[in-house]
């Protein structure tokens, strides 16, 4: 198996512009779920999804921030306007209920 | 409000002498815990994980113990090698098992 993937590794921009990260995960697990890593709040959870449904948002941290799963092998976290402070590397995570989750690589995020 | 804290964020340790990595949890309702290692550039990978009716859990050189009374676990590493130097994140979960909260990390350096 392939594990979690995510696109791009790497996203440089510029604020005001809109940035999409986007997940893979792995075939047959049916949680999705949407991570910030920084250095102040570590790993914080921003939403996570059942067979393709969002159950938890609430770590959404504004409006700006949307997120969506079409289906069960693709999800998008999408940031629309960006800011400098959004620079954070998002990862990814898949899983099997109550299992433990799966990480894809993450994406790094730098907002100028 | 964080559920789960880690309150050392780095620890140097000998090649060959034991590390151990402490986390604290606010939430009584917490009973399952994990531990997941990070290496630059990558993801979290699982280590070990620990139920609320057990107070230790072995795995090679990874040991978790868990006291409940003082919402506390530990992780120890014996012997540390240098490929122990990682970020080690704790994380802690309802039955429910879906929603996990994540401490900030300690990042471990086992010198040669």
């Known amino acids: 198996d392939a594990g979690v993937i995510q696109s791009p590794r790497h996203e440089v921009t510029e604020m005001g512009q809109e940035v999409t990260l986007r997940c893979k995960p792995i075939?047959?697990?049916?949680?999705l779920f949407w991570y910030r890593q920084t250095m102040m709040r570590g790993l914080e959870l921003l939403i996570y999804?059942?067979?393709?449904?969002?159950?938890?948002d609430s770590g959404m941290p504004e409006d700006r921030f949307s997120a969506k799963m079409p289906n069960a092998s693709f999800s998008t976290l999408k940031i629309q306007p960006s800011e400098p402070r959004d620079s954070a590397v998002y990862f990814c995570?898949?899983?099997?209920?109550?299992?433990?989750?799966?990480f894809g690589p993450g994406t790094r995020l730098t907002v100028l | 409000d964080q559920q789960v804290k880690q309150n050392s964020p780095s620890l140097s340790v000998q090649e060959g002498r034991i590390s151990i990595l402490n986390c604290d949890y606010t939430?009584?309702?917490?009973?399952?815990f994990l531990w997941y290692k990070k290496y630059p550039a990558e993801g979290p990978t699982f280590l070990i994980s620990?139920?609320?009716?057990?107070d230790k859990n072995e795995d090679g050189r990874f040991t978790v113990f868990l006291n409940k009374s003082a919402k506390h676990l530990s992780l120890h590493i014996v012997p540390s090698q240098p490929g122990d130097s990682a970020v080690y994140f704790c994380?802690?979960?309802?039955?429910?098992?879906?929603?996990?909260?994540f401490g900030s990390g300690t990042k471990l350096n086992v010198k040669p």
């Open positions: 999804f059942n067979n393709n449904v969002p159950i938890d």
């Open positions: 075939s047959g697990h049916d949680y």
């Open positions: 995570a898949s899983s099997l209920p109550r299992t433990e989750q799966f």
């Open positions: 620990i139920s609320s009716i057990k």
């Open positions: 994380a802690a979960t309802r039955s429910n098992f879906n929603k996990f909260y």
């Open positions: 939430n009584s309702m917490f009973d399952y």
